[in-house]
Every structure is written in C-alpha cells, then in structure tokens.
C-alpha cells in the first residue's frame, strides 16, 4: 500500500474527491514536494494482465480476485468497478504541477509487475513533471537493492535536490 499511497498524495492534491478540507486543517495545502514510490500499483486493473505478460502464472493472478487488497481498498473486485478505479489509480490525476518523483521498482517482481511503475512514469513525463525510474533488475517485491547503501545514496540525492533546496 505505501507506494501506491505515496504516488497518490503525489498526483491527488485538490482532486475534489480525494480532498476534504473539513476534516482539519482546511487552510492546509495536501501539496507534498517530492515523492518517493517503490513498486506502487497505480492501475489494479492491468496487474494481472501486465504480471501474464511477464511469464507468471496463474498463482499469481489474484489482484481482481474479491479478497486482493486492491480490491479490499476500492471496495469491489478490481475489474467490475472500473470508475472507482481510476479514482484510486494516481495516473488519472497527474498534472503538470504534480512533485518530482522517483520511482523504483524490481524487475522480477511477482507481486505488483514492474510494468505499473512504467505506466506512471511515463504518465508523469508526459505531463512535464521531473520523475526518474530505476529498475532493479533479478529483484522481486522489495529487497537488498532497494536498501543498499548505494541506493541510500541515490534516494539522499534525491531528497537533497527537492528538499533540502
């Protein structure tokens, strides 16, 4: 859920229907200034037709199935609700003033196929908004690479250069 949630609060500040302004601190911009997001799903409803696509096979085909989280979060299975859906997919609300982000996931991921963080990077430079995208490769759902020490190094540049300006 945290990168899924990240690249929403990235894309969703003052999207009417994610944004309620009564429950506290309504003179509060949501705006965040960058975003991290590692191997977020942004689109449930291609998961398991991009994680098909990649060679997985059916015991990992689950992301419509009634009890999937995505489907537990959006309330319905995944392809039946497709409306409710692209509220909860970030790439539907990607604007040009959305944060920099950056983006990594591992390219053996069996969980969320590495074909949704290319969706929404490539929705997020259509728009002009400055986002990178590192693919680890031989790396599944998590993992050493994305802890490393070179990628602490990667992720502190990152922040240096939208942060700490």
Do not use: K
């Amino acid at each position: 859920a945290g990168g899924h949630l990240a690249a929403l609060l990235g894309t969703s500040a003052d999207v009417g229907p994610l944004e309620d302004r009564t429950m506290g601190h309504g003179e509060e911009s949501s705006r965040v200034q960058a975003v991290l997001d590692w191997y977020g799903p942004p689109d449930f409803v291609q998961m398991d037709t991009q994680l098909a696509a990649e060679g997985f096979g059916a015991e990992r085909l689950t992301h419509d199935r009634s009890d999937s989280p995505e489907s537990r979060l959006l309330g319905c299975p995944v392809t039946r609700c497709p409306e409710t859906a692209a509220v909860a997919n970030p790439i539907t609300h990607v604007s040009r003033d959305d944060p920099p982000f950056c983006i990594q996931h591992g390219s053996a991921d069996g969980t969320v196929p590495y074909g949704q963080s290319i969706l929404l990077f490539e929705a997020l430079r259509r728009a002009g908004v400055a986002a990178r995208l590192d693919l680890f490769g031989e790396t599944g759902h998590g993992g050493a690479a994305f802890t490393s020490e070179a990628n602490a190094r990667t992720i502190d540049s990152f922040w240096d250069a939208h942060l700490r300006r």
